[in-house]
């Protein structure tokens, strides 16, 4: 059998060494971007990552940054393939946020659409997600059912969950995502990424009365890092403090489900927590167990999200096409005041400012859910508000960090003894990604 082409071979390295075959000459960004097409192609087919492919403009990007590249311009992921999330506007192309319910191209490139053009980075392709974003897991009546690529029988979470998909099977190797709920951190836990979702307002994005950020997915620390810093603004750079140690560090771990009713915690993940913390002791940090006390937290994010739900399903151009769920969920989030969202806002800063200092701690470390991926269609055939409830249980630590407004990341941290991916959640203060990206870092280094 013929070795694979030097293109071929680098579809499933990492954005950053793909950044220095380019710049070393091994390969153009017209060859890369081509490998990467016929691989994400073979993935689709198997886990449904792809709304749509776009050959022509990829073909395009790439040769205008084989362009750049000649005339001596460089860039951290000039001529790099990535995957857009289908909730990026791009002028002329229908932004579906994964519903039917949606038909008209937007008339100009978003803000991370521009940034992306102004790097370098060649866009392949949309991923798929659930209707409006609005769901940990990425089945609709638009896309059907996006499969996790290590057990295809199971969800790639949501709802950035073509992204992931796209990433952990190996179509691309950095792929766009948005987190109002947990929708980075959520699907990067089902598939065994790195997921980070910057600190409220750091990249562009608020959706959901300002919970919404935009990150990406990858499989390593470094790779997310050296992408935010070029679509965010962060006071440390962060692609530097993935290269860092942290300092000494008060860590608190926190195995209780912040929602009542709670789901018990799978004992393979809470042994995986119960490791990293273990791990982190050894590194030198002053590692305990502490109780976050949430009060109305939990609440104030709900009217948040409810609210925005609601707004962005009446912004469809044929409402009667939203799902019945999704339908249902927009018509309570219509009734939730617009009066309590401010109040709802200042509660969740308030929260985010005193949640680590009432507990001494520097850093929170939790499980991302109750759970590893649930098997595809586990919320199936549920209405909207059951749905809601179910995710809301199930994906418990996840949104409350959006409230909060903190930065909070995912890391692989290894696999069950059915092979499911097993992960921890690092969360930091308002304004430290810089120390969030570092600790994360470490903890995958420690990991090998």
């Not at 790097?119 to 896309?143: K, Q």
Request: hydrophobic share 45%.
């Amino acid at each position: 059998m013929d070795a694979p082409s030097p293109a071929a071979a680098l579809v499933t390295a990492t954005p950053l060494d793909q950044a220095a075959a380019l710049r070393a000459g091994t390969v153009t960004a017209v060859q890369l971007a081509e490998a990467t097409l016929r691989a994400a192609r073979t993935v689709d087919a198997r886990v449904n990552a792809f709304a749509a492919f776009d050959d022509e403009g990829a073909a395009a990007a790439a040769r205008e940054a084989d362009r750049r590249r000649a005339a001596g311009e460089d860039g951290p992921l000039l001529g790099v393939p990535i995957a857009l999330k289908d909730d990026l506007d791009a002028a002329g192309h229908v932004t579906s946020w994964g519903t039917r319910a949606r038909s008209t191209p937007a008339r100009a490139d978003g803000p991370v659409v521009t940034t992306l053009a102004t790097a370098g980075m060649v866009p392949i392709g949309r991923t798929t997600l659930p209707e409006l974003a609005l769901y940990g897991f990425t089945e609709s009546e638009r896309f059907g059912i996006t499969r996790n690529p290590v057990d295809p029988g199971r969800t790639s979470g949501g709802s950035s969950g073509g992204s992931a998909a796209a990433v952990a099977g190996g179509a691309v190797g950095i792929a766009t995502a948005s987190d109002g709920a947990g929708s980075i951190r959520i699907p990067a836990s089902c598939c065994g990424l790195v997921g980070i979702k910057p600190g409220a307002g750091r990249t562009p994005g608020g959706g959901w009365n300002g919970l919404s950020v935009q990150g990406c997915v990858t499989r390593r620390v470094a790779d997310s890092a050296t992408y935010l810093d070029l679509l965010g603004d962060f006071p440390t750079p962060l692609a530097a403090a993935a290269e860092q140690e942290p300092p000494r560090l008060r860590i608190g771990v926190d195995l209780a489900s912040p929602v009542s009713p709670a789901l018990p915690l799978d004992p393979e993940l809470e042994a995986a927590v119960r490791r990293t913390a273990d791990l982190l002791a050894g590194l030198g940090h002053d590692v305990r167990e502490v109780r976050v006390r949430y009060g109305a937290a939990s609440t104030g994010f709900v009217a948040r999200m409810l609210h925005g739900l609601a707004g962005a399903a009446a912004e469809v151009d044929d409402p009667g096409l939203l799902e019945p769920r999704t339908a249902e969920v927009a018509w309570i989030g219509r009734r939730v005041p617009d009066a309590v969202i401010g109040r709802a806002r200042r509660q969740g800063e308030a929260f985010g400012r005193r949640v680590l200092a009432d507990l001494g701690v520097d850093v929170l470390l939790t499980p991302p859910a109750r759970g590893p991926a649930q098997p595809v269609g586990h919320w199936a055939g549920r209405r909207g508000l059951p749905t809601m409830l179910a995710l809301g249980q199930h994906y418990a630590h996840t949104p409350v960090w959006n409230h909060a407004g903190l930065p909070a990341a995912v890391v692989p941290v290894g696999r069950s003894e059915p092979g499911l991916p097993l992960a921890v959640q690092c969360v930091t203060g308002a304004g430290e990604d810089a120390r969030l990206v570092s600790v994360a870092a470490q903890i995958e280094r420690a990991r090998g």
